[in-house]
Each structure stands twice: as structure tokens, then as C-alpha cells.
């Protein structure tokens, strides 16, 4: 096999993390890595990932269409993190989600926590469930899976602090009464108390307990 490139190690680096590449391209990636120390720092972030997040033991199988909608949905909240890492963090969102570990940021090694969505009720008809797993990290990292009523329904997500304050992260559009979306964030999530979901017309319509209060 010919030496590889950087963007080839990219695009296998988040199956070597997984541990899932075959034989011959893993000692490829490996003779690449030995000379190239940004490719190693890349790999050690994926590989710390995979590491925490996998601490959460699957039990159950995840829902119809979720793999596709998670690597759909996803997208990127910094330029240093390269389109190949979400895939790999989509990968490990994939195993966490068959499985259901309530916890907090900070509360043990791996600095992950999962919560559910608590519909508000503040829209008659319109039923919002789901879940968010976050990550914190350089930069951290928020996830959700989100089932609605059946619409294409736009959500906007905030994250509200300890303190009170509400911080804007992004939106997404739901297909057919399912979503999934994910981006770094610029917080520290251990300061974050709740995930929340307004829609189009601003109305909170779940809520998600992240933190400890």
C-alpha cells in the first residue's frame, strides 16, 4: 500500500479510534502517525471520545432510522474540528444511545451526561420527546435526538446556566417527526442546568435537565 496522506488518515482515523479498520490500512494509518504529529493529535481526540463515552453500556436497540439521522444531523461548531471527527462522534453518539445512563457533567471520569426532554405542554398538538448527551471537553459538545408529532418542525436550542442566564446554540429542522443534531459549544457544562427547545414562534416546548441543581 502506497504511504497515505494526511486527509487519508482523516477519513480513517475515526475507524482506527473505534477500533473497527482493517489490518492493512490500521498498519498504513500507524506508519503515517509515527511522522506526523498533527495526525496523532487528531487521532488521541477521537480516541479520548471514544474512550468516555463508551463508559455508557448499551441495553437496548437504538430507534429505526437513528444512525442516518444522527450523521445527517450533525454539524460543526468550530473550523479545528474536521468533518471526518463528527462522524466518529456520530459512531460513538450511536452507542451511547442504546443505552440510558442518567448522569451529570463532571459526575465521575467521563464527563458525559444524558438527559431526557420533558414536553412543556405549552402547544396543544404538538408532542416534543427525546433525549441530549453532552461531552465536556476542549471544545464540549451537546447531542440530541428529538421525536415530535410528525411535522417538519423547527426547534431552536438554548442551554440555560446556573445562573440564570440562556445561552443561544443553534437550530435544526425536524423530518417527519425526527431529528437529530449536534454541536460544539463555547460553555462550560458543568455551569449548565437545562437544555431547552423553543419553536418557530418562541415557545419553550421541552426541557431537558442537564445539571445538577
Known sequence: MNPLSCPDVEELAPELALGTLPGDQRSAVLAHLDRCPDCRRYLNKLSD??????????????????????????????????????????????GLAVGY????????SANVAVASFVDTGAEPGETVGGRVYARADNPS????????????????????????????????????????????VDVTLSQVRQVQLRDTRGTLVAKAPLGAS
Open 49 to 94: 471520545t471514544a474512550d468516555s463515552l463508551l463508559l455508557l453500556a448499551p441495553e437496548v436497540d437504538p430507534p429505526a432510522g437513528f444512525t442516518r439521522r444522527v450523521v445527517a444531523g450533525l454539524t460543526p461548531g468550530r473550523r479545528r474540528w474536521r468533518p471526518m471527527a463528527l462522524a466518529a462522534v456520530a459512531a460513538l453518539v450511536i
Open 141 to 184: 459538545w451537546v447531542f440530541m435526538t428529538v421525536h415530535g408529532s410528525g411535522s417538519d418542525e423547527s426547534y431552536a436550542c438554548d442551554l440555560v446556566l446556573k445562573d440564570g442566564r440562556t445561552v443561544p446554540i443553534g437550530s435544526f429542522t425536524m423530518h417527519a417527526g425526527a431529528g437529530s443534531w449536534g454541536r460544539a
Open 101 to 108: 445512563v442518567p448522569g451529570h457533567v463532571g459526575s465521575g
